[in-house]
Nanobody, 115 residues
Framework: QVQVVESGGGLVQPGGSLRLSCAAS????????TSWYRQSPGKQRELVAD???????AYSDSVKGRFTISRDGAKKSVYLAMSSLKAEDTAVYYC?????????WGQGSQVTVSS
């Protein structure tokens, strides 16, 4: 079964850091473009960051300079390192993985930034 499993969400104080992980399994295809999205209550899901197959990255303006997307091709994993977190970063974060013919979504990780 091809699937993606996320980990690493939680509660953090403003200014703190968290690292999300997303691992694909059940496929021999290499990762193509992989992305992190987030969704807050009452808002549409928004693209936070993505990384292409050639390693080129892109970020939304709201997280640029604070978040870093990376991946480990051998582990079929993608990561989102988040620092200088703000209350407005509170959301459920989802990874989206393209691998061969598959387009996979993670189950979602709650990130809450609060004092």
């Amino acid at each position: 079964q091809v699937q993606v499993v996320e980990s690493g969400g939680g509660l953090v104080q403003p200014g703190g850091s968290l690292r999300l992980s997303c691992a694909a399994s059940g496929t021999n295809f290499s990762l193509d473009v992989t992305s992190w999205y987030r969704q807050s209550p009452g808002k549409q899901r928004e693209l936070v960051a993505d990384i292409r197959g050639d390693g080129v990255t892109a970020y939304s303006d709201s997280v640029k300079g604070r978040f870093t997307i990376s991946r480990d091709g051998a582990k079929k994993s993608v990561y989102l390192a988040m620092s200088s977190l703000k209350a407005e970063d509170t959301a459920v974060y989802y990874c989206n993985v393209h691998a061969g013919p598959y387009v996979l979504w993670g189950q979602g990780s709650q990130v809450t930034v609060s004092s």
